[in-house]
């Protein structure tokens, strides 16, 4: 079994294939200062015209917003990619890995570019393939692995989704997270779920009625896993050691302190949030949910969102006649989704409309087929 320390890089310093992150942006960027920039954002959209389609994730800055063509989340927005093979060239404004599942859902002829290679995510970069290779060898070992199934979150690089294809696994998102361990638990004994493991313990204790002892948390980071055969043998969801450093930061004491602060609020998160905060919130639900609970309130009602905070800026400004607060009483933005910035933004497109494909994002031939094998798994469930 081989583990590979990683050196921790400052953002777009230095460089490190293997990670979501920490690869230096090769081009001369705009300064943020230049204040023409809204200009040549929109000059170069034009130019480029139908050749471009500008996917935004939620959680990005409002300034490159402004230039999507589509909002969403990262499922949402690769298909959507998919369903314009009219469009050569797809700019994703979101992190890495979406990028990726843009790349394996489009056709050969669409190049999906990312404007920053350092916007990776920490959470896909918990588990590493060697990692998640080495855990399947662990549970080789202990004799489970022929009834585990593996489901990663869509939030997982390309090679750990290929995983899942090659291993008879799926992929699923936060909205079918519930459908997708169903299908698994029809198919095996036990789940190795990968990499949020508040994902999967909120969606196995919370909808599915397993016992929070069902569960076992799996530290790539520790020999065997840090778990003993038994532990393995006897658990159910074998949970990856992995979390949103942004949803994480929730704690069951900013919901108190904001059920005494804000009378009569309701309290909605994202299952990426942990146990605990989601226990004690009103609601969960992924980020589309959350976009149309907020849609479908009613006027006076008072909402404190668990989420990336640029999502619930711009909710709070599309619903002026509701209360809509920030349920964390600090700054908590997605770092690495905002390295997607106007001058990023502009030097991809004028690079664009020069001919030239800066930052391209492709998935090899292999890892696309495995990959997609998973994500069409995913497609396949009911619902
Ligand atoms: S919000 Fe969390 S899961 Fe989403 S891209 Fe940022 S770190 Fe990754």
Known sequence: ???????????????????????????????????DLVERARAAKASLGTKVFVLGHHYQRDEVIEFADVTGDSFKLAREAAARPEAPYIVFCGVHFMAESADILTADHQQ??????A????????????????????LEDAGVADV?????YMNS????????????????????????????FERGEKVLFFPDQHLGRNTAVLQMGFDL??????????????????QLSAARMILWR??????????????DEVRERVPGVNVLVHPECTY???????????????????????????????????????????????????LDKTVCYCSTMNRIDLPHFVWAMENLVEGQIVNPITVDADTTHWAKVALDRMLALPG
């Not at 999906?112 to 290679?117: A, G, I, K, N």
């Not at 920490?122 to 662990?138: F, G, I, K, N």
């Not at 390309?158 to 997270?177: E, H, L, P, Q, Y």
């Not at 639900?285 to 800026?313: M, R, Y």
């Open 276 to 326: 605990d905060v989601v226990t004690k919130a009103d609601l969960v639900g992924s980020t589309e949910f959350i976009i149309k609970t907020l849609d479908a309130a009613p006027a006076g009602s008072a909402w404190a969102i668990g989420t990336e905070l640029n999502l619930v800026q711009r909710l709070a400004a599309q619903h002026p006649d509701k209360q809509v607060t920030f």
């Open 242 to 255: 992995g979390h949103c450093s942004v949803h994480g930061r929730f704690t069951a004491e900013c919901v």
């Open 157 to 184: 690089s390309a090679d750990i989704k290929a995983f899942c294809g090659r291993n008879g696994g799926a992929v699923c998102t936060s909205s079918n997270a519930k459908t997708a361990l169903e299908w698994a």
């Open 119 to 138: 916007a990776g995510c920490s959470m896909a970069d918990m588990a590493r393939l060697h990692q998640v290779e080495d855990a399947w060898e662990v």
């Open 213 to 230: 002892d069902d569960c076992v948390v799996y530290d790539p980071r520790l020999p065997g896993g840090g778990l003993t055969t038994e």
């Open 148 to 152: 585990t199934v593996p489901i990663t």
């Open 1 to 35: 079994m081989t583990t590979v320390d990683l050196p921790l890089l400052v953002l777009g310093n230095g460089e490190d294939p293997r990670s979501e992150r920490g690869v230096r942006c090769p081009g001369d960027l705009p300064p943020a200062s230049d204040p």
């Open 112 to 117: 999906v570019v990312l404007p920053d290679l």
